[in-house]
């Protein structure tokens, strides 16, 4: 079973900053939050990792709190091609071990 | 960065041939690579996890006869759908990570389109 509980879906408009929050009640100690991007016909894409607090690249942002139950991604300014499904995922970093995928957020961007 | 390549993109053929996917790390050695299966507009489905030099685990419910899985080398797995049919038609995803560097995220293949008339 997933680990992870998100919104199925929602709507923004271009420019719009896009939160998106998981819920993952129990996160273990070693897990790590990770999130990807996925467009129809293609695999998921890496977007951001965490483990705590605030992590930041050129494309999102991930919020963490302090007891990691939740997470958040942040989306500065989303445009049409932002329109995707976004997965949340925990899990240890080890080679080995599969990710085990909820349902995803489907985010709507339009202008 | 790190990527995965899977081959062929699209296949479509008729119902009782054997389809071979293959799944590459092009710029890294994986040991494990898994392998998922996704119906439209459903998430990806956890399907086997394959094992560079061993028999792959499979998930409860997958047919090990019917998705022939072997992990040749740390750079290449292949995923066989053996006697196929039209239930099998799907999207089919592999991914692996760096089994040298434990911080980096998975990577996933842009997946393969198997349509059985």
């Known amino acids: 079973l997933a680990k992870t509980t998100q919104p199925i879906s929602m709507d923004s408009y271009e420019g719009q900053e896009v939160n998106i929050t998981c819920s993952h009640n129990?996160?273990?100690?070693?897990?790590?939050i990770t999130w990807y991007q996925q467009f129809p016909s293609q695999g998921p894409r890496f977007i951001i990792q965490?483990?705590?607090t605030k992590v930041t690249n050129e494309v999102a942002s991930l919020f963490i709190p302090a007891d990691r139950k939740s997470s958040t991604l942040s989306l500065p300014r989303v445009s049409l091609s932002d329109t995707a499904v976004y997965y949340c995922?925990?899990?240890?970093?080890?080679?080995?071990?599969?990710?085990?995928f909820g349902k995803g957020t489907t985010l709507s961007v339009s202008s | 960065g790190a990527v995965v390549s899977q081959h062929p993109s699209w296949v479509i053929c008729k119902s009782g041939t054997s389809v071979k996917i293959e799944c590459r790390s092009l710029?890294?050695?994986?040991?494990?690579m898994f392998w998922y299966r996704q119906f439209p507009k459903q998430s990806l489905m956890l399907m086997a996890t394959?094992?560079?030099?061993?028999?792959?685990?499979?998930e409860q419910g997958v047919e090990k006869d019917k998705f022939l899985i072997n992990h040749a080398s740390l750079t290449l797995s292949t995923l066989t759908v053996t006697s196929a049919h039209p239930e099998d038609s799907s999207f089919y995803i592999c991914?692996?990570?760096?089994?040298?560097?434990?911080?980096?995220?998975?990577?996933f293949g842009d997946g393969t389109r198997l349509s059985i008339l």
């Open positions: 991914s692996a990570r760096d089994f040298a560097a434990d911080n980096q995220p998975q990577h």
């Open positions: 129990n996160i273990a100690t070693n897990d790590y």
């Open positions: 965490g483990y705590k």
């Open positions: 995922l925990v899990g240890v970093r080890q080679a080995g071990t599969a990710l085990i």
């Open positions: 710029d890294f050695q994986a040991t494990t």
């Open positions: 394959s094992n560079e030099g061993s028999k792959a685990t499979y």
